[in-house]
């Protein structure tokens, strides 16, 4: 064996290792959410949403005030404590799931449930000065969540054409409904008041201690309120165009966190944009932790192995030597332990029918067979009348087993060398 340069110098060598480092923390970066994250800012109403039934302009608004802000993606930002921020869409939702949502939260945090009301669909890319996630809105949909809050009712009511404003018991401007032509409002006996519109509600909260006939009494602890905001004008980024809105959304949550913490999460998970545990995430837990420690001290190892062998390496001979000769063994071998001789004789022929014709000077336009009877009209000029190409060439053609296409190809042979110089 010979001995070669150094394939890559120190230098080189923790110039690849650098970038390799890179390469993977980008990686592990993107698993763990970062580019893999879906997007958000999808034309919906939610706190991701930067169009007019979107909440994007709520989240910012709290998040300048002082408020922390979270975008729950997962059922562990639910269980968070302080205000967690329900916009369900009106449809393909179980009350029954977002009972227990609400039921679990409040037991360490208040909760605030924005009814949606929009229908709405993306703007096209070609109109004029149209951003990312902005919608036309083209009708409306009220909730229809059975099993949540059944003694609430909400419909939809006219209180006059453009902007109206409403009424509030909260200190702070009155709000503004930018149409009033499609007001949403909610009814209902344990609803306090804190917007309304011509004495109907548009935000409440939602009292259990108001006894209504047939009701059992239950546990005498009560949990963190619930409010109910039954027209999302009022918080979503429509209705935030308007100055009064963004006061009235400042003082209003001011009282739903009352004394607790100033953090404010806005789950997503109801919206169809929830998030499973990343791989990343998986890696660092238990059992899968075990798995990961061993995988490191692998790595460690080999990296301290391969930082250890610089210099020259030894070079060893070609595996597969070169040529035609050995090109062709490698072939007839495969083709030997695949056991597929069916498919050397068709080619053959063809093989043999060309050189044939360029040798005999046949025209190369004329289709197979009567080149095949040229042959054969050449092998009898020569007083072969034992040999016939086109019955050999058609015989091969179909030939399956491996001693008829060698013998046949054998005779295709013999026919060349008699005919070619």
């Given at each position: 064996m010979t001995r070669n340069p150094a394939s890559f110098s120190p230098r080189a060598a923790a110039a690849l290792v650098l970038v390799g480092v890179v390469l993977f923390v980008a990686l592990l970066w993107q698993v763990g959410g970062g580019l893999a994250a879906s997007q958000i800012n999808n034309g919906e109403g939610?706190?991701?949403?930067?169009?007019?039934?979107?909440?994007?302009?709520?989240?910012?608004?709290?998040?300048?005030?002082?408020?922390?802000?979270?975008?729950?993606?997962?059922?562990?930002?639910?269980g968070t404590p302080g205000v967690l921020v329900l916009t369900p869409p009106p449809l393909g939702l179980r009350g029954g799931d977002l009972d227990r949502a609400v039921a679990r939260h409040r037991q360490i945090g208040p909760v605030v449930v924005i009814a949606p009301k929009w229908m709405a669909s993306p703007l096209s890319g070609d109109q004029p000065g149209a951003q990312p996630g902005w919608v036309w809105l083209w009708s409306t949909h009220l909730p229809e969540w059975p099993d949540f809050l059944d003694d609430v009712s909400v419909e939809l009511r006219q209180e006059g054409k453009g902007a109206r404003r409403a009424d509030t018991a909260l200190n702070a401007p009155a709000p503004v409904l930018p149409d009033g032509n499609r007001v949403e409002v909610g009814s209902g006996a344990r609803l306090i008041p804190l917007a309304d519109a011509s004495g109907h509600i548009l935000a409440a909260r939602y009292d259990e201690t108001i006894t209504l006939p047939g009701d059992v009494r239950g546990d005498d602890r009560q949990p963190y309120p619930l409010y109910l905001v039954f027209d999302p004008d009022l918080l979503d980024n429509y209705g935030l165009s308007h100055a009064e809105n963004a006061q009235w959304a400042e003082a209003f949550f001011a009282q739903v966190e009352g004394h607790g913490p100033r953090r404010v999460t806005f789950d997503l998970t109801f919206n169809g944009l929830g998030r499973q545990p990343n791989l990343l995430t998986l890696a660092f837990m238990p059992p899968y932790l075990t798995a990961t420690l061993v995988?490191?001290?692998?790595?460690?190892?080999?990296?301290?192995?391969?930082?250890?062998?610089?210099?020259?390496?030894?070079?060893?001979?070609?595996?597969?030597?070169?040529?035609?000769?050995?090109?062709?063994?490698?072939?007839?071998?495969?083709?030997l332990r695949a056991r597929r001789y069916h498919v050397l004789g068709p080619p053959y022929a063809e093989a043999a029918r060309l050189h044939l014709a360029r040798a005999l000077s046949l025209p190369r336009q004329q289709d197979a067979a009567n080149t095949d009877a040229a042959i054969d009209r050449a092998l009898a000029t020569r007083g072969i009348h034992d040999l016939s190409f086109s019955d050999t060439a058609s015989r091969l053609s179909r030939a399956g087993a491996r001693g008829d296409v060698l013998d046949l190809a054998a005779r295709l042979h013999a026919i060349e060398r008699i005919l070619t110089p």
């Open positions: 939610h706190a991701g949403g930067k169009g007019l039934n979107g909440f994007a302009g709520l989240a910012r608004l709290l998040a300048s005030s002082g408020q922390t802000v979270v975008l729950g993606r997962d059922e562990a930002a639910m995988l490191a001290l692998a790595l460690a190892a080999a990296l301290w192995r391969g930082l250890l062998r610089f210099g020259p390496v030894a070079q060893e001979g070609l595996a597969t030597p070169l040529g035609k000769a050995s090109l062709l063994g490698q072939a007839g071998a495969i083709i």
